[in-house]
């Protein structure tokens, strides 16, 4: 069973703060991902991830940044929290198999709060 | 304008029920079309997948495409409390590589 594992279920920070959202996943996934979900919003992708070491700017970049050093590891980065950045971040990974079926699989998700 | 519209509702329906979601779109480009449900403090996970126009059947639920009207949708049949989540649509065009565009999603509760 695929899993998609995120450090943090809740987690609070103060303005200005630098933040770190993990996500690791155990299948080997070349793709990976990070979104962040607002109600009224939707999901939105933030940034996502090739491969190690690439990466690729999604719909709502601004203030963020992301690490991927190494296959299972996806890191969201935050350089200098603010309040508009109160959300739910959900990191996913993506098998790519043979026909472009789309089996992204989430993790459990990161209630941000900053305060 | 959104490229991919759907009513957040909340919809409430009897057990037993068939419940209709739906999606339009504006991008006639999409090819892919998916239903994610994400039940209450879990990620989304993958229901239903489609390719193109048509419809496609699984157990109780039974998703349709229909590209000349750029809708989509998603029937559940004999509904049940477990059916209980937010639906999500989702769709992809062919040159997207692994985006997607997701719509707002319904919330969908079943009562026993």
Known sequence: ?115 | QKEVEQDPGPLSVPEGAIVSLNCTYSNSAFQYFMWYRQYSRKGPELLMYTYSSGNKEDGRFTAQVDKSSKYISLFIRDSQPSDSATYLCAMKWETSGSRLTFGEGTQLTVNP
């Open chain 1, 1 to 115: 069973d695929v899993k998609v594992t995120q450090s943090s279920r809740y987690l609070v920070k103060r303005t200005g703060e630098k933040v770190f959202l993990e996500c690791v996943q155990d299948m080997d996934h070349e793709n990976m991902f990070w979104y962040r979900q607002d109600p009224g919003l939707g999901l939105r992708l933030i940034y996502f991830s090739y491969d190690v070491k690439m990466k690729e700017k999604g719909d709502i970049p601004e203030g963020y940044s992301v690490s991927r050093e190494k296959k299972e590891r996806f890191s969201l980065i935050l350089e200098s929290a603010s309040t508009n950045q109160t959300s739910m971040y959900l990191c996913a990974s993506r098998s790519t198999t043979i026909g472009g079926r789309e089996d992204q699989y989430f993790g459990p998700g990161t209630r941000l709060t900053v305060l």
